[in-house]
């Protein structure tokens, strides 16, 4: 009885923990909507023996709201989703294309790292003072020269 009820018990368990998570291709693509996000964490996944392009994500979004919306994704093939930038530059910070599912705005994945054309005034001034304090971070990493190299004609 008692091996009968640790085996049941085994395979319960087992079962609960093939469940994965919801990806962006078990949904229809027509049923999401872009909105803009924040990067907050690129990690590399658990699995030492996986690619370095397959990465854990978590960002921000819904920026022009008083409470921000965060999502996350676990082994994201960023080959699979970038085709301008390489998944080893892509960094902690950036600014993210999220991707929101019509019906239900706490679905979201990851879509490209980018900035949508069409930011209100809430999410432009959200993402102006972001990416100051980025650059302040930057600043204080690298020398004076470099820094106003990297910066001219692009923060006015």
């Known amino acids: ?14 079962f609960y923990s093939c469940e994965s998570d919801k990806k962006f291709s078990d949904f229809n693509e027509d049923d999401f909507y872009e909105v803009q996000g924040i ?6 996944n658990n699995n ?3 690619s370095r392009s397959i990465k854990n994500v978590s960002f921000t979004y819904f920026l022009d709201r008083s409470t921000h919306k965060k999502g996350s994704e676990k082994n994201l093939d960023l080959n699979e989703i970038e085709y ?3 998944p080893y530059d892509i960094q902690n910070g950036y600014p993210l294309i999220v991707l929101v599912h019509k019906d239900d705005e706490n679905i979201s994945f990851y879509g ?3 900035i949508l054309e069409n930011l209100n005034e809430n999410e432009k001034g ?4 972001h990416l100051r304090k980025e650059m302040d971070k930057l600043k204080k990493k690298i020398p004076e020269y470099i820094y106003s190299a990297l910066i001219k004609d692009t923060i006015k």
């Open 39 to 44: 990067l907050d964490y690129v990690g590399q």
């Open 1 to 14: 009885m008692k091996k009968t009820l640790a085996i049941s018990l085994i395979l319960v368990f087992g």
């Open 126 to 129: 959200f993402l102006t003072k």
């Open 112 to 114: 490209q790292v980018g």
């Open 84 to 86: 301008i930038l390489r």
């Open 48 to 50: 030492p023996f996986d």
